[in-house]
């Protein structure tokens, strides 16, 4: 199984990144999806989660209206749309699959944002 994340970098605040998690070796519309953030010596949080099929998402408090979390079961593929970023919004960002059917999940390796001004 491998869950690589892409997309990160460097952005000025009020800037955009969209990121990327490539999945492979799963069968990717059986799995949830979501997106976390962690900063140095903070525990890992949840910023944005996506049903298997797509059809329902939810994005936390402190980035909605900001963050969409999508999907495209055809390439296994799943986009954070990361608008109007913010200096808090630098972390580090990880893509997580777990299986509808099971408590099976992975991890990527994942993307660092850092937002400067």
């Known amino acids: 199984v491998s869950v690589v994340e892409s997309g990160g970098g460097l952005v000025e605040p009020g800037g955009s990144l969209t990121l990327t998690c490539k999945c492979s070796?799963?069968?990717?519309?059986?799995?949830?999806a979501s997106w976390h953030c962690q900063t140095p010596g903070k525990e890992r949080e949840l910023v944005a989660f996506i049903t298997g099929n797509g059809n329902n998402a939810r994005i936390v408090d402190a980035v909605k209206g900001r963050f969409t979390i999508s999907r495209d079961n055809d390439r296994d593929l799943v986009s954070l749309e990361m608008n109007s970023l913010k200096p808090e919004d630098t972390a580090v960002y990880y893509c997580?699959?777990?299986?509808?059917?099971?408590?099976?999940?992975?991890w990527g390796q994942g993307t660092q944002v850092t937002v400067y001004s």
């Open positions: 997580k699959i777990q299986g509808m059917s099971s408590n099976t999940e992975f």
């Open positions: 070796g799963v069968p990717f519309d059986e799995y949830h």
